[in-house]
């Protein structure tokens, strides 16, 4: 699978992005997708992810409660709403799919786990 990141942009604290991921291919809904971040000098984190059945998410503890992953099967899309944004969630936003995940757990996290990656989308909070 192909995937192609955007909505990315400048906004300032306390604002909202929402970032899109357009997936080539049929089988979309067989891969878990998720989201990933990467700041200047630090190493790639692990942001939210969305099983590929029955609708259950996963987030870092960073983002709980601001973002919120989901995904359009239909569409082929999947999405990252960011609200209340923070000056450290400032970073190159990656999204990712895999369908080695039966189910969602703390090994969710590690970007080894993923096979597919965009090319990424730059997210700069202002303060």
């Known amino acids: 699978v192909q995937l192609q990141a955007s909505g990315g942009g400048l906004v300032q604290a306390g604002g909202s992005l929402r970032l899109s991921c357009a997936a080539s291919?049929?089988?979309?809904?067989?891969?878990?997708v998720g989201w990933f971040r990467q700041a200047p000098g630090k190493e790639r984190e692990f942001v939210a992810a969305f099983s590929r059945s029955g609708g259950s998410t996963y987030y870092a503890d960073s983002v709980k409660g601001r973002f919120t992953i989901s995904r359009d099967n239909t569409k082929n899309t999947m999405y990252l709403q960011m609200d209340s944004l923070k000056p450290e969630d400032t970073a190159i936003y990656y999204c990712?799919?895999?369908?080695?995940?039966?189910?969602?757990?703390?090994?969710?996290?590690?970007?080894?786990?993923?096979?597919?990656w965009g090319q990424g989308t730059l997210v700069t909070v202002s303060s």
């Open positions: 291919g049929r089988t979309f809904s067989s891969y878990a």
């Open positions: 990712a799919a895999s369908s080695a995940f039966r189910r969602l757990d703390p090994s969710t996290a590690r970007p080894d786990r993923w096979a597919y």
